[in-house]
């Protein structure tokens, strides 16, 4: 991949932008609803039952139309069949990146390196398919002959988000029989508290690991091992404890879980893609093969949107252009992702992870240096809780903070008034922070002159409302799709590599030379700065 000629910030369509920014940075939300009544209903996208109203973003037609022709001119579409034909997009680790095809229908066919990978992956649902009913259904069980019913799946950024964040997310489909839990912290309270009223003869380990070297898994995996063999007694109790999806099966197999217990996935899943691989098979577990299916249904309803739909009215590209929007040209710093579900609780902290760790990079495909911003801070929390708390901010703070609202037309727990009170709140905030109030509308309410400032909310806060019928598994597929390739709409613009993460890398490598320094009993000889050397001696002298 060359440079892209002109760079980025030469581009026609990004001056133009630059020059509109000029135009539109001071008019007010209220003047564009105002001056064009039909503006609600028009700017406004639909695919596979998920609505998208971008009406209360500081755009006009003409927005959309200069940054759709940014997108054509850094050559999206090209970029996104490259993506679904198996091209080795991620060039810094020499991989294919088809997350997409985890969820492609069999009968599809999607080359890499000549080879059709669909069919593997369909072999990899089917015993893990078959796996989860022995479990669930009671046919497999533990080394002592009791029934598995808690599930512990040992794994840390990819190999835990997407799992617990799906658990949580489609726990009204879960078998409510059966225990989950997550470990992902090396911090021993964290797989201590998971384990502690568990019993070993009924709980069941899945070590999730693609490289099965990561230095936290292993760790817990390890604690795991010693804590059912404290309890069975019997090495041979591993093999109806554990289990592993990795596709790493030589380290599988020294740990000492048999490749039969192993589930794989391949080089060109990354780890934040992979919740639909075998490192979902927690969520199986949870909620079934068929449910599975459902969501793997949704996620490549919004694929193939994805990949067919025109720019202009395609929902993850409308997504990702309008954060490139604000990120780069209004200069906001973060977007805030606030979905009223109770059951997306892990929702924002899953994207952070999709988010950032794929396009928080500073150099271009071919290693030039970027002259703009690239990934923006993506957080949240879910409403309406955020409201008591930093919602303030947004309101009334200094700052521009783009913010995502996701509803849901249904319950799936109705229950009195709450679901109409949980959405009338959705719809209160987008229009206050759109519209604001006035120092004349505060005043008008009696509030006196001293107080008005305060009171006064200036409003042309931009925010999407995306809108589904019910949290079901295949709307759970529809918005993390949305999501991922809102990602790749945005790294494609910066001509970045969206899907390495040598950040992650360098902080693995980095605790192992400093642990033998702590827990060593000689006094090391320590060679890094002041500070650090400083701090380990310190650390040293308090543990005793
Ligand atoms: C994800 C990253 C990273 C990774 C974890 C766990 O895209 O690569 O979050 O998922 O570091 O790695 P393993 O699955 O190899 O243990």
Redesign the pocket.
Known sequence: MTTQTPPLTARPAWRALEDHYQAIRDVHLRTLFAEDPGRGERLTAEAAGVFLDYSKNRVTDETIRLLVSLAEECGLRQRIDAMFSGEKINLTERRAVLHVALRAPKGQSILVDGEDVVPAVHDVLARMSAFCESVRGGARRGYTGRRIRNVVNV???????GPVMAYEALKHYSDRSMTFRFVSNVDGTDFVEATRDLDPAETLFII???????L??MTNARSAREWTLRALGDERAIAKHFIAV???AKEVTAFGIDTANMFGFWDWV?????MDSA?GVSTLLAIGPEQFQRMLAGFHAVDEHFRTAPLARNLPVLLGLLAIWYNNFFGAQTIAVLPYDQYLKRFPAYLQ?LTM??NGKHVTLDGTPVDYQTGPIYWGEPGTNGQHSFYQLIHQGTRLIPCDFIGFARSLNPLGSHHDLLVASLLAQTEALAFGKTAEEVKAEGTPDWLAPHRTFEGNRPTNTILAEQLTPETLGKLVALYEHSVFTQGAIWQIDS?D?WG??L??ELAGRIIPELTGTAEPSLAHDSSTNALIRRYRAMRG
Not at 155 to 161: F, K, Q, R, T, V
Not at 270 to 274: C, T, W
């Open positions: 794994g840390i950024g990819g190999s835990d988000l999730s690991s693609k490289t099965f070297t990561t936290e898994t990795s596709t790493n990354g780890g934040r893609y992979s490192i992870q760790e794929s899907f993460q992650v890398e902080g693995k």
